[in-house]
């Protein structure tokens, strides 16, 4: 085991409760794990209850209930009310499919702090094929259920391929909708969003062209509403750190109980994660081996340990890593010192190729239960370009 001393081990501050991998949506990019289905074994309220007190009583504060959609669990005022009592900062992160005006009043009456709205586009065609759903006026009606409820306006939109060329018009659909933050979130390769890698990562120069349009509008919007943009750490080719630090800042908490350093950790390799139904959240955290596995620097490459930026980017993405080339020690393939790094060239050549081979485009897979639409054709309103045939396939 690689692991720091348990004094130089400092407390979670975040944590994220998975409450549910049910979703209405069918997102080509879900972070839910492929295999998600054998996961539905769900926590009860009175294990939820009990590791958000203990998660509080270890020092975290801000506390984040996301799924999946998190809105499908009847118990959800409950747990909010309950992180309330505790002392948690909380954020609801939803697609809005479920949020009532009645519901909304019961979660700020329960002392939700926050609401995270999520879209696919700007459009209702591109929101809707995404997501494999007709919610494009849904999640309109629910940005102003959100405003009128008195939550400050965040809206997060996951940007690829197929919306870059939109960037602007959802940057003024959230300017319109009142917003006081939006995130636009470049892909994170995991899950289904790996699956669909090669359909919908998008060249260097979209990237770069999207990236100017954002900064010219968060120019004109300064003082009124921020703009976040996430860049993407492949074409940046410069790592960024796991979770702020494998083990130091976040734990993820699945449906099922399984105690998580990030997201994607469940797929990785080697000693079995916590699970919080029978470990106490305390021992999970300083005690597993799985934590304290990517901790320090200790277990590093010889590239990475040698590296001037290793105490800022704490070597990487292990999942990453794990994904490009099969070893989650390895230094992260987004790195230039990486002698993986050529297989992130490939990746992003293969976006140059896909852009060049319009005829034959990449197949989309579904979460399971989207709808299989083929052949559909999408156009950019902005210059009713073509963008290519979408083909959706089976998992």
């Not at 094929?129 to 006026?137: A, H, I, K, Q």
């Not at 993820?252 to 990785?268: Q, T």
Request: with cysteine; glycine share 8%; proline share 6%.
């Amino acid at each position: 085991m690689s692991a720091q001393s348990s004094a130089a081990v400092r407390p979670p501050l975040w944590l994220l409760a998975e409450l549910t991998y049910r979703c209405p949506l069918h997102c080509v990019f879900c972070s839910n794990p492929v295999d998600y289905a054998r996961h539905g074994d769900e926590l009860d309220t009175a294990h939820w209850k009990r590791i958000l007190a203990e998660a509080r009583a270890l020092g975290a504060v801000q506390l984040g209930f996301s799924g999946g959609e998190p809105l499908l669990r009847s118990d959800l005022e409950e747990l909010v009310a309950h992180a309330r009592a505790l002392g948690f900062y909380t954020n609801l992160i939803t697609s809005g499919v479920g949020l009532t005006p009645a519901r909304a009043r019961g979660l700020k009456a329960a002392g939700l702090d926050h609401i995270q709205l999520s879209f696919q586009d700007s459009t209702r065609e591109l929101n809707d094929f995404l997501s494999s759903t007709r919610t494009f006026e849904l999640k309109s009606r629910v940005a102003r259920i959100i405003k009128d409820a008195g939550y400050p306006m965040v809206l997060n939109c996951v940007m690829h391929r197929y919306n870059l060329q939109h960037v602007g018009r959802i940057i003024e659909m959230a300017e319109e909708m009142g917003a006081d933050f939006l995130e636009l979130a470049n892909t994170q390769y995991y899950g289904w969003a790996w699956l669909n890698r090669a359909a919908l990562m998008p060249t260097a120069g979209e990237l770069r062209e999207a990236e100017a349009v954002v900064d010219a509008h968060r120019a004109r919007l300064a003082g009124r509403m921020k703009v976040i943009w996430v860049s993407p750490d492949y074409a940046d080719a410069k790592p960024k750190p796991c979770m702020a630090g494998w083990g130091s800042v976040f734990m993820v908490v699945a449906p099922d109980g399984l105690a998580m350093p990030c997201h994607s950790a469940r797929m990785l390799p080697g000693p079995p994660l916590p699970n919080l139904r029978t470990t106490p959240l305390r021992q999970a955290w300083y005690d597993s081996e799985a934590f304290n596995r990517y901790r320090g620097q200790s277990w590093m490459s010889a590239t990475c340990g040698t590296c001037d930026e290793r105490h800022h980017d704490v070597g990487g993405c292990r999942c990453q890593a794990y994904l490009v080339t099969g070893d989650a020690a390895a230094t992260d393939p987004v790195c230039p010192k990486s002698p993986e790094r050529g297989r992130i060239d490939a990746m992003l050549e293969g976006a140059e190729a896909e852009r060049r081979n319009a005829a034959a485009p990449q197949p989309l897979r579904f979460v399971p239960g989207a709808a299989r639409a083929a052949g559909l054709v999408f156009r950019s309103d902005e210059n009713s370009r073509a963008l290519g045939t979408v083909q959706a396939t089976p998992c």
